[in-house]
């Protein structure tokens, strides 16, 4: 009669069968993931393009405009854009 054991074996784990298939998945998920920072990075910047665009556009607007118009009302616009 054999003694039951308190430890008992754990099974040995099996390699994959799809180890390759395993790797495929993977290597798709990190193009994948690497393709969505990429796009993430080229929004970011598209963003900021923006916000200096519009802001030298402001800046172009002043300019021209202090030549049309007295200084005083050119100071109070100028005021109103650094202001804010």
């Known amino acids: ?3 039951a054991s ?8 099996r390699k994959s069968e799809y180890s ?6 993977k290597t798709l998920h990190t193009s994948f ?3 969505a920072n990429s796009i993430s990075h080229l929004y970011t910047q598209a963003q900021q ?3 200096q665009s519009f802001h030298a556009g402001e800046r172009h607007a002043v300019v021209s405009e ?5 200084p005083r ?7 109103g854009i650094l202001g804010s």
């Not at 202090?66 to 007295?70: E, H, I, L, Q, V």
């Open 1 to 3: 009669m054999r003694c």
């Open 6 to 13: 308190s430890v008992t074996e754990m099974p040995k784990k």
């Open 20 to 25: 390759g298939l395993d790797e495929v998945e």
């Open 33 to 35: 993931c690497t393709a």
């Open 49 to 51: 393009q923006q916000k």
């Open 66 to 70: 202090g030549a049309n118009s007295k």
């Open 73 to 79: 009302e050119c100071f109070r616009f100028e005021g």
